[in-house]
């Protein structure tokens, strides 16, 4: 058995992929109906989207809740339901997310010479707790799927099926420092625009490349880790999202304009007047 994950931040879409539909279409002829559902109530994606977008909210520094991962066995053995269902409980034990803790749905593609379930689950806990983290998936994995696989009597993937790489290591690692930097500097007060986001990205080693059009409005970012390109979208900020939320936030020297007295006009003196007569 080997797991491969990403990351996203559309409940719907997710379960509407798992479901064997198209989004925006209620019902299809290929719909596949869940192998197991965990903390959710209703019959459709949509319903258990709707649910799943609302634990997820309550945790602001979240921006790609959805954890989706493939489990797969070898071409040819034959796994149970209870097995495929004892395997995604384990797993999401394994990883940080308790399915007694966190809303999953499991769907079960058919559409393959091997068994493969999907599992969506909200990273956001039920219990206010922190969030299943994303870092070293690539290394945590193969170990995680072995354990389970003896654990259950299944048969391991050869050795060198366990090494398949769902996303670069090194960029993964990359990703993830990059995500966590530009989410810890969006969240400072007096954030002062894309000079001062760049100046303290260089500062943690971190390169970042704007795209601007005629106008010289922001469209685009980039940034660089240890000779690791990484797009703006893929740590969750394109061009148009930075930029709001750079601008989100007063300067200093705007909150000082702000209250910053209105000065008093002298008041004239008053115009001498010549004797009576």
């Given at each position: 058995m080997i797991a491969k994950t990403v990351t996203g931040s559309d409940f719907e879409g997710a379960l509407t992929y798992g479901a064997g539909l198209r989004k925006g279409k209620a019902k299809e002829p290929g719909e596949v109906q869940p192998l197991y559902i965990s903390n959710l109530v209703g019959a459709t994606p949509q319903l258990m989207a709707q649910q799943m977008q609302s634990v997820a909210s309550e945790s602001r520094r979240i921006q790609k809740p959805v954890w989706h991962t493939v489990l797969s066995w070898k071409a040819g053995e034959v796994v149970t339901e209870a097995q495929k269902v004892a395997a995604v409980k384990r797993y999401c034990e394994l990883m940080g997310a308790p399915v007694a803790r966190h809303q999953v749905v499991v769907y079960e593609h058919k559409d393959k010479q091997h068994a493969h379930v999907h599992i969506y689950l909200n990273r956001v806990p039920l219990d206010?707790?922190?969030?299943?983290?994303?870092?070293?998936?690539?290394?945590?994995?193969?170990?995680?799927?072995k354990q389970i696989s003896e654990e259950l009597g299944m048969q391991p993937l050869p050795e060198r099926r366990q090494s398949i790489k769902d996303v670069d290591p090194s960029k993964e690692l990359a990703r993830e420092a990059i995500r966590e930097a530009v989410q810890r500097l969006l969240t400072?007060?007096?954030?002062?625009?894309?000079?001062?986001?760049?100046?303290?990205?260089?500062?943690?080693?971190?390169?970042?490349?704007?795209?601007?059009?005629?106008?010289?409005?922001?469209?685009?970012?980039?940034?660089?880790?240890?000779?690791?390109?990484?797009?703006?979208?893929?740590?969750?900020?394109?061009?148009?999202?930075?930029?709001?939320?750079?601008?989100?936030?007063?300067?200093?020297?705007?909150?000082?304009?702000?209250v910053a007295p209105v000065p008093r006009q002298p008041t004239p003196e008053p115009k001498k007047r010549g004797p009576r007569l």
């Open positions: 206010g707790g922190p969030a299943l983290r994303t870092s070293n998936n690539f290394y945590r994995q193969p170990a995680i799927t400072e007060q007096g954030r002062r625009g894309e000079s001062w986001f760049q100046e303290q990205l260089r500062r943690q080693q971190i390169a970042v490349r704007y795209t601007h059009d005629k106008g010289g409005v922001l469209r685009g970012v980039s940034f660089e880790l240890n000779g690791v390109a990484v797009k703006g979208q893929e740590v969750g900020f394109k061009g148009a999202e930075l930029r709001e939320a750079l601008q989100a936030a007063p300067t200093p020297a705007q909150v000082q304009q702000q």
